[in-house]
């Protein structure tokens, strides 16, 4: 009977225990996702690390670690991380995704595109796609590139939108665009103005290859009540409305801002001529000159939702001044916006003593 009793005790014991413990991983984890998301990526490492010694496999604490250690350039630490969260859970969205945004950003091009290319599938971001086209970009396949590009354009990138610009026209080409595209008519001038779709074939008015607008001046003409997808012939009295989604104005305007003698900041890549109403305080003392870039993401009341390191755009690494200029970026307020997300880059220009 006592030992009965006894080992009923021990069994209460380990379950309170265990609940002791998991109510303890589940504060901390909070705690790390706060850190997180305030971009405080330093401090998030640190308890994204407790939650993870204490419960390896609790939640998804390997992938938010990776994610604050990807904010911090650390990309050999992030892949660790997605590594062994692939091991203990499988392969996911957000593994992918990080694994072959690390790569790209330590240029194994072909590498990264493997992961990215699985992370595309079905997704809404931006940055995946954009990665994809530097990627292709990097090794030549050009179309790949502005497809890529485009869709990430289309999704509100404006770095894309600049790729994009420079390298894609009218006719994609095997080769970057270096000078004038060749015309779809084989450089012959026409008056003909693109269809937005397939040529209509109006054989039976003797006209093809588009749609003419109703001469209204002629006694007894009217415009057909016929509408495509109606399983009628359209005829030439028909005209298609095409109703186009509002697009971002592009910008490419620089804006320089002078902090002190150690540091100049540009803002660039889309955000050049957007007014900054908050500006942190910042101070950086290095041995070295050179710069830090740190894409950011904008939302319409001017707060920074995202900030990332740019290996691309930069010629420093130096892990405490990334790190420091990763959260700083995170401070600003521009002016508010008609549009949800405006993407940019924030240039910290150091002049080294």
Do not use: H
């Amino acid at each position: 009977m006592y030992k009965y009793i006894i080992s009923c005790l021990l069994i209460i014991g380990s379950l309170s225990a265990n609940a002791q413990v998991e109510s303890e991983v589940g504060f901390l984890y909070v705690k790390a996702e706060y850190l997180l998301e305030t971009q405080r990526y330093d401090e998030a490492v640190t308890a994204f690390t407790e939650v993870i010694r204490m419960q390896q496999d609790y939640e998804d604490a390997l992938l938010k670690r990776a994610s604050a250690k990807y904010a911090m350039a650390a990309y050999r630490g992030v892949k660790d991380d997605v590594f062994n969260s692939i091991k203990l859970k499988g392969l996911s969205y957000e593994a992918a995704r990080l694994l072959g945004l690390s790569e790209y950003r330590q240029r194994n091009y072909q590498a990264a595109i493997n992961s990215l290319s699985m992370a595309a599938c079905g997704s809404s971001d931006q940055d995946v796609f954009y990665a994809l086209g530097e990627c292709y970009l990097a090794i030549e396949e050009f179309a790949s590139a502005c497809g890529s590009w485009n869709e990430a354009a289309r999704l509100g990138s404006n770095k894309a939108q600049l790729q994009a610009n420079k390298y894609c026209g009218d006719v994609v080409s095997t080769k970057p665009n270096s000078g004038p595209r060749p015309r779809p008519n084989g450089g012959k001038p026409t008056t003909e103005k693109p269809s937005s779709g397939k040529p209509i074939d109006n054989s039976s008015t003797g006209t093809s290859g588009g749609v003419v607008k109703p001469d209204l001046s002629k006694p007894g003409t009217k415009p057909s009540t016929n509408r495509p997808g109606s399983g009628e012939v359209l005829t030439e009295t028909d005209e298609v409305v095409v109703v186009e989604e509002p697009k971002m104005p592009f910008d490419d305007s620089v804006n320089e801002i002078y902090v002190d003698e150690d540091l100049t900041l540009i803002m660039k890549n889309g955000i050049g001529a957007r007014e900054v109403l908050k500006q942190p305080n910042i101070l950086i003392l290095a041995e070295d000159s050179g710069s830090v870039a740190i894409d950011v993401v904008i939302n319409e009341r001017g707060r920074v939702e995202d900030a990332s390191f740019n290996p691309t755009g930069s010629t420093m690494d130096t892990r405490s001044i990334v790190s420091l200029a990763t959260r700083k970026a995170g401070e600003f307020w521009f002016e508010k916006s008609d549009w949800d997300k405006m993407e940019g880059t924030i240039v910290f220009k150091i002049s080294g003593r």
